[in-house]
């Protein structure tokens, strides 16, 4: 059996990119301005690993008011 192929954006990937755009911008600017900016790499790191366990992150809450549909992790809960 063949797994199904997903097309589109969807609540998870919209996490994960939002997360990995704020952590790539983050990192930047820790090099070129001040190393303090890594503290926001560090408050994402820790939503997205709370998010793992409990299930509940804020990002995914506003993609999906946003007209995402749901994934896997973050599936609507209609």
């Not at 589109?8 to 090099?31: E, F, P, Q, R, Y």
């Not at 690993?49 to 809960?77: I, R, W």
Request: hydrophobic residues 55%.
């Amino acid at each position: 059996m063949q797994a199904k192929k997903t097309t589109g954006m969807n609540v998870d990937k919209g996490v994960m990119a939002v997360a990995g755009t704020c952590i790539l911008i983050s990192v930047i600017l820790g090099v070129i301005w001040t190393p303090w900016a890594l503290a926001f790499t560090a408050f994402v790191g820790a939503n997205l690993l709370q998010a793992a366990f409990t299930g509940f992150c804020p990002a995914a809450t506003v993609l999906s008011k946003l007209g995402l549909s749901g994934g896997c992790a973050f599936g609507s809960k209609e």
